[in-house]
């Protein structure tokens, strides 16, 4: 009789315990996705957190105490793309690769941003990429094809959205397009650049959009932590975008509110297999992660903080051939540049006919990359890239390595081969993989991601968690 009485108690409070954890409904939803950040780049960061920081803290996001991990297979292939994966992400439907905003079928399908927003909660968009590239536009935009740029943008504009912030509109690349027309239309305000941050903090305006400044180097993108981008003033980074809309959601729509972060640039790195920015990346992400984890400090019962990503890039590893069982991670703090500065460079000297020796350029990679002192190489390695070198800039019969967004010079291909060897750090492919990617949770209804899910769940957790039908 008692062992029946106990066994009915115990169900009774894991009855009464579930329905208290689904009665709670977050105020405030911070969703971060690391583009392209599989499990193995977390791992990288993480391993050099822990051994070369002596940092005896794990990262930000993996002391949440809800972890597990996600399918990202898209409707038309096991292995997505960045507009089916954040379609999948945003709305809670498969799609076809290259789709946003719809399913296989082409027909349009709500993200949980709009549905918000229709319930009163305030909007924001923030990344370190386009906000008309895939991952942003899929909480606002419906297209079959993820290049309408020009279109992608009018649908930003037409959104309602409180706050959307990244570098340059796509759409702008060529020519106007009425673009920025179709913001100021519609009531936005675009501010530029770090003094656009300032102002922006002074300014009544309700729905605005924050962008590199005009004329900036790159304005479709903030670049790298490791290109030391934001030292001079003029370009800004994603903690500064995220800490900017969290002040203007506050102002305006206190009571609740959702926001969106994406580092866009760990994809970046990945797809040129430069093992060191990725990792700079991954903890850039960590410390927006931070500033949103201080936030839930202030409301724990209020907040949910979930961070995960819409697939992973280069099959990256934590120890690779050249290394056995070990990895070498302190030599990225040798690396001063990205593949894509340093491939830039000798593009450049190509282009400009200018002779450069190898006694020159391995001063530069000294300088730069810190090979042949913090960085060891061995003897075949120097070898190796003094071949590449003599193919590249005196034979001129070395050949650039194509990617997704950007060409590789020859000889910048193989000094970030020999780099990552000297760190440990293998890459399977330039491209995405089916591989999974982690799901890190806290706050209110987190204890809903304990088990393995696939990518359009969590958007159909957070319909649930919020009263919005799915």
Request: aromatic share 10%; charged share 20%; hydrophobic share 40%.
């Amino acid at each position: 009789m008692k062992k029946f009485f106990l066994r009915h108690l115990i169900a009774a409070l894991c009855i009464i315990s579930a329905a208290v954890a689904s009665a709670a409904t977050p105020k405030y939803i911070f969703y971060f996705i690391g583009d392209g950040m599989g499990l193995a780049p977390v791992m990288a960061t993480q391993t050099y957190n822990r051994m070369v920081k002596n940092n005896p803290q794990a990262l930000r996001m993996m002391s949440f105490p809800y972890i597990t991990w996600a399918q990202t297979y898209s409707a038309s292939s096991p292995v997505t793309d960045s507009a089916a994966a954040g379609t999948a992400l945003s709305t809670g439907s498969k799609t076809r690769n290259g789709m946003l905003g719809q399913d296989a079928d082409t027909v349009n399908v709500t993200s949980i941003a709009r549905q918000l927003k229709d319930l009163g909660y305030g909007i924001g968009l923030v990344t370190n990429g386009s906000p008309d590239d895939a991952t942003p536009a899929a909480f606002y935009a419906h297209v079959p094809n993820r290049g309408m740029f020009v279109e992608i943008a009018k649908q930003a504009a037409a959104s309602g959205y409180d706050f959307i912030a990244g570098g340059g509109w796509r759409g702008l690349k060529k020519e106007n397009n009425g673009i920025y027309e179709e913001f100021e239309k519609q009531g936005v305000v675009t501010f530029h650049g770090m003094d656009g941050v300032r102002r922006l903090a002074e300014s009544d305006a309700e729905r605005v959009v924050l962008l590199n400044p005009d004329g900036y180097a790159d304005p479709n993108e903030m670049g790298f932590i490791v290109d030391s981008v934001g030292a001079d003033g003029v370009g800004i980074t994603l903690p500064t975008l995220m800490q900017s809309c969290l002040a203007h959601l506050q102002k305006n729509s206190p009571s609740k509110f959702f926001m969106m972060v994406e580092e866009s640039l760990i994809d970046h790195a990945l797809h040129s297999n430069d093992g060191g920015a990725a990792v700079r990346e991954v903890q850039n992400l960590d410390d927006c992660v931070e500033i949103a984890y201080q936030f839930y400090l202030k409301h724990p019962e209020e907040t949910l903080i979930i961070i995960t990503a819409d697939h992973d890039t280069g099959g990256m590893s934590v120890g690779c051939r050249a290394t056995g069982y070990n990895a070498y991670l302190a030599n990225i703090d040798a690396q001063t540049l990205s593949k894509g500065k340093f491939s830039d460079y000798c593009a450049d000297l190509l282009k400009e006919g200018k002779t450069i020796t190898w006694e020159q350029m391995k001063a530069v990679l000294e300088a730069k990359l810190g090979f042949w002192k913090a960085v060891k190489l061995r003897d075949s390695q120097t070898e190796a890239l003094k071949k590449a070198f003599d193919d590249t800039f005196v034979k001129h019969e070395g050949k650039d390595e194509k990617g997704l967004y950007k060409t590789s010079n020859a000889f910048a291909s193989e000094v970030f081969r020999v780099f990552n060897d000297a760190a440990g750090l293998g890459f399977t492919t330039p491209n995405h993989t089916g591989n999974p990617v982690p799901v890190f949770a806290i706050g209110a209804g987190a204890e809903n991601f304990t088990h393995q899910v696939n990518n359009i769940e969590i958007p159909q957790i957070i319909r649930r968690l919020t009263n919005i039908p799915n």
